[in-house]
């Protein structure tokens, strides 16, 4: 949309499509830090709106963050009242008087130019990169959380429950796993290797509440049900696993490629250029579909919720470009790990990991200040009507 259209020519405009229009003609920066490495919140909210399973849930979760008070509603709606006949109809409702008809650049001016939407906007898209976008894209190579999950990992029922629905092959590259060929067989067309046992949505997720809410709003999906299929040993049910080899494996972890599921068929997705997959990959098409559950026993298909969830935090990773801070905050925490690595957990060491930690307290003491400010909330209800926008998660 050009900066000089006037935002009265749409009376229509939806929640979703003001705050994306907002974000892409945003001339600022909104800053945060996380373990002395600081990103720029547009571009992750941006891609976020765009790419998410769900921009209706996305959008509404971040509405209510930034209305949660008086004063960062009024702030919003005194913007937004140019907009359109939503926004004007609850701007009247409490009292704000509309500035007139503004281009969308300036209505994007005075977004940033608000100190109460700056900082809203910052603490709501840190707290997605840190509780969302990290543990999804590092899994397991984080620090856990306190509390303890009810699950094991039973990595060898796992894999064997995988290895009976796919026919000891990965489906994905088609490599047959090298302890179900027997000398009558003919040798697999792309190879044997020990093959992988991998989750679509890591196995931390189910010790990690924070995490498993955030995937609800991602997806738009019921909280209730994001618990049910993540804790305890659902999170080990054959619906959240996929038979990879080494390779392949790596690439889906660091979201080279994923799966998209629609209409009950799957397809391989390619994330980054065809250079950068793994020569296994490289033999699907863009778009192929593959065929799970040809081996003898009926085991559950990958989830296609859980499939498409994976591939479009692949898709906002990428469009915002955190994909490369998040591999160098990881460098960086490998370098004081010296070495010792079991399971989930790490051995933090050095000064300058503790010293991090301590900054990172301290941003947190600061957010915390500004949620007391939102203890204030008049409601957090729905206010306006959204776009219906087709979800792939289903």
């Known amino acids: 949309m050009s900066s000089s259209a006037r935002p009265r020519d749409s009376n229509q405009k939806t929640l979703i499509e003001a705050l994306i229009a907002i974000f892409r003609l945003s001339r600022y920066?909104?800053?945060?830090e996380y373990w002395g490495h600081t990103d720029n919140a547009v571009p992750i909210a941006l891609a976020l709106l765009l790419r998410g399973c769900s921009p209706q849930s996305i959008s509404d979760d971040l509405w209510k963050y930034l209305t949660r008070t008086l004063a960062k509603r009024a702030a919003l709606l005194e913007i937004l009242s140019s907009v359109g006949a939503p926004f004007e109809r609850f701007s009247a409702v409490i009292g704000v008087t509309p500035q007139g008809s503004l281009t969308w650049?300036?209505?994007?001016?005075?977004?940033?130019?608000?100190?109460?939407?700056?900082?809203?906007?910052?603490?709501?898209?840190?707290?997605?990169?840190v509780d969302l976008l990290i543990p999804?894209?590092?899994?397991?190579?984080?620090?856990?959380?306190?509390?303890?999950?009810?699950?094991?990992?039973?990595?060898?029922?796992?894999?064997?429950?995988?290895?009976?629905?796919?026919?000891?092959?990965?489906?994905v590259g088609g490599v047959m796993e090298e302890s179900e060929l027997m000398d009558y067989m003919p040798d697999p067309l792309h190879g044997t290797s020990t093959l992988i046992a991998a989750h679509i949505i890591p196995f931390s997720a189910s010790s990690r509440p924070r995490l498993?809410?955030?995937?609800?709003?991602?997806?738009?999906?019921?909280?209730?049900?994001?618990?049910?299929?993540?804790?305890?040993?659902?999170?080990?049910?054959?619906?959240?696993?996929?038979?990879?080899?080494?390779?392949?494996?790596?690439?889906?972890?660091?979201?080279?490629?994923?799966?998209?599921?629609?209409?009950?068929?799957?397809?391989?997705?390619?994330?980054?250029?065809?250079?950068?997959?793994?020569?296994?990959?490289?033999?699907?098409?863009?778009?192929?579909?593959?065929?799970?559950?040809?081996?003898?026993?009926?085991?559950?298909?990958?989830?296609?919720?859980?499939?498409?969830?994976?591939?479009?935090?692949?898709?906002?990773?990428?469009?915002?470009?955190?994909a490369r801070l998040m591999d160098k905050v990881q460098q960086d925490e490998d370098?004081?790990?010296?070495?010792?690595?079991?399971?989930?957990?790490?051995?933090?060491?050095?000064?300058?990991?503790?010293?991090?930690?301590?900054?990172?307290?301290?941003?947190?003491?600061?957010s915390g200040i500004d949620l007391q400010d939102d203890e204030t909330d008049i409601g957090s209800q729905e206010l306006f009507p959204t776009a219906s926008f087709r979800t792939i998660c289903t």
């Not at 920066?29 to 945060?32: G, K, M, Q, R």
């Not at 370098?335 to 900054?359: F, I, M, N, Q």
């Open 29 to 32: 920066e909104i800053n945060f």
């Open 335 to 366: 370098d004081l790990k010296d070495g010792h690595v079991e399971g989930d957990r790490w051995l933090p060491v050095s000064a300058s990991y503790l010293e991090r930690e301590l900054r990172g307290l301290q941003t947190d003491d600061e």
């Open 212 to 322: 498993r809410h955030l995937l609800s709003v991602f997806a738009g999906q019921n909280p209730r049900d994001m618990e049910r299929l993540l804790t305890g040993e659902n999170i080990n049910d054959p619906s959240n696993g996929l038979l990879l080899d080494p390779s392949s494996h790596q690439a889906f972890d660091k979201y080279q490629f994923g799966l998209e599921c629609q209409d009950k068929h799957y397809r391989v997705r390619r994330l980054v250029a065809h250079r950068f997959l793994p020569l296994i990959i490289r033999h699907h098409d863009d778009g192929e579909v593959v065929l799970f559950g040809q081996g003898p026993q009926g085991h559950a298909l990958p989830y296609p919720m859980f499939c498409n969830i994976h591939l479009a935090i692949g898709r906002v990773l990428h469009e915002s470009g955190v």
């Open 105 to 129: 650049q300036e209505v994007s001016d005075g977004f940033h130019q608000s100190v109460h939407l700056n900082r809203g906007i910052a603490t709501w898209t840190r707290g997605m990169y």
């Open 136 to 171: 999804m894209k590092v899994k397991g190579k984080t620090p856990t959380p306190s509390s303890t999950s009810t699950a094991s990992r039973n990595q060898a029922g796992f894999k064997r429950k995988l290895l009976e629905r796919d026919g000891s092959f990965s489906v």
